[in-house]
């Protein structure tokens, strides 16, 4: 008899446009993030002002540039294939 249920094999191809797909947006909301905080620290908004709208914007914009730096390089690191076992560097 067959297996009813066929083996599972993962489009590559696919999984990479997904995978490229999700860094692209997390740079761009990290932009956006890091713009925000630029208009809190210029004191564009009403709901804060003084000393407080300065601070906000300073860790809103810090928050934006690691997400804009920092984490899409720790996803593509993540994202990263495997090593073969059999594909060790000579020593």
């Known amino acids: ?3 009813p ?3 599972y094999r993962p489009d ?3 999984v990479a446009r997904q995978r490229f797909f ?3 947006i997390i740079r761009l909301a990290g932009v956006f993030v890091l713009m925000f905080g630029f208009l809190i620290l210029m004191q564009r ?3 804060v002002q003084g000393e407080k709208a300065k601070w906000m914007g ?3 914009s810090t928050v934006g540039i690691v997400q804009t730096i920092i984490i ?3 996803l593509i690191r993540a994202f990263r294939s495997p090593r073969s ?3 060790t560097p000579p020593q």
């Open 1 to 3: 008899m067959t297996d």
């Open 72 to 74: 899409p390089r720790l």
């Open 58 to 60: 300073v860790i809103v």
């Open 12 to 14: 590559h191809e696919k």
């Open 85 to 87: 076992p059999d594909s």
């Open 45 to 47: 908004f009403s709901w």
């Open 5 to 7: 249920t066929p083996e």
């Open 22 to 24: 999700a860094i692209g």
